[in-house]
């Protein structure tokens, strides 16, 4: 083969290599397009769901729609508000903890006095037979958030019982109890933070 034909060889699947890569390209757009509605609808209902499980009741609002972002030890939070009428209800929002095999993170409601409707973890890769009791389906451990406030237990008692809290903890398994305890504690502690800004109430003006 002559250096000239080699040339024209290497030119021509060059041209092809690119026509193709450029469909594919341009398919995977189209499908990405096709498909991106469906998937942020899809999103959007996962989140309403995992909302829900921890705010009962009736609400007026688009819980997706109605949302305020302030900041937090992790980063910003955002929080979904749901309200009677004008009132802010209630507020749900994450809350996260380190538990044995990584982060653990959970859906909290909280109540405008301060009371916890309801907590569901979301994400965890804690050990399964131990470290998945803190899923409904697994154990009924996490109800007993509901009804909890930073008053009943006190602050110091809202721990796991190894650590003079109220709390149990798994047979054989302190960390993912106590990492969601903590952070169920550490929501409660932001709520009384930002409960003014939160709830849209005006700030309290100290003489």
Same mark, same amino acid.
Not at 57 to 65: A, I, R, S, T, V
Not at 177 to 201: I, M, Q, T, W
């Given at each position: 083969?002559?250096?000239?034909?080699? !040339?024209?060889?290497?030119?021509?699947?060059?041209?092809?290599?690119? %026509?193709?890569?450029?469909?594919?390209?341009?398919?995977?757009?189209?499908?990405?397009?096709?498909?991106?509605?469906?998937?942020?609808?899809?999103?959007? *209902?996962?989140?309403?769901?995992?909302?829900?499980?921890?705010?009962?009741?009736?609400?007026? &609002?688009?819980?997706?729609?109605?949302?305020?972002?302030?900041?937090?030890?992790?980063?910003?939070?955002?929080?979904?508000? /749901?309200?009677?009428?004008?009132?802010?209800?209630?507020?749900?929002?994450?809350?996260?903890?380190?538990?044995? %095999?990584?982060?653990?993170?959970?859906?909290?409601?909280?109540? !405008?006095?301060?009371?916890?409707?309801?907590?569901?973890?979301?994400?965890?890769?804690?050990?399964?037979?131990?470290?998945?009791?803190? *899923?409904? /389906?697994?154990?009924?451990?996490?109800?007993?958030?509901?009804?909890?406030?930073? &008053?009943?237990?006190?602050?110091?008692?809202?721990?796991? $019982?190894?650590?003079?809290?109220?709390?149990?903890?798994?047979?054989?398994?302190?960390?993912?109890?106590?990492?969601?305890? &903590?952070?169920?504690?550490?929501?409660?502690?932001?709520?009384?933070?930002?409960?003014?800004?939160?709830?849209?109430?005006?700030?309290?003006? $100290?003489?």
């Amino acid at each position: 083969m002559t250096l000239e034909a080699l !040339r024209s060889r290497l030119t021509y699947q060059s041209a092809l290599l690119g %026509a193709a890569a450029l469909l594919t390209s341009g398919a995977l757009a189209l499908a990405s397009r096709a498909t991106g509605p469906a998937i942020e609808a899809a999103a959007a *209902e996962d989140l309403k769901q995992s909302l829900t499980q921890v705010l009962p009741g009736q609400y007026d &609002n688009d819980l997706l729609k109605d949302t305020v972002v302030l900041p937090g030890p992790d980063g910003d939070i955002t929080v979904y508000r /749901a309200r009677k009428g004008d009132l802010v209800a209630a507020v749900v929002f994450q809350v996260r903890g380190r538990g044995y %095999a990584g982060p653990v993170v959970s859906m909290m409601g909280v109540d !405008r006095d301060g009371h916890v409707l309801g907590v569901r973890v979301i994400r965890h890769k804690e050990t399964p037979g131990l470290g998945d009791k803190i *899923e409904p /389906a697994k154990d009924t451990w996490i109800f007993a958030f509901d009804g909890k406030s930073l &008053n009943d237990p006190p602050a110091a008692k809202f721990a796991v $019982k190894k650590d003079g809290g109220v709390f149990d903890q798994f047979a054989g398994g302190t960390i993912t109890p106590r990492a969601v305890v &903590n952070s169920g504690k550490g929501g409660l502690e932001f709520f009384g933070r930002e409960k003014a800004r939160l709830l849209d109430e005006p700030k309290e003006v $100290k003489s």
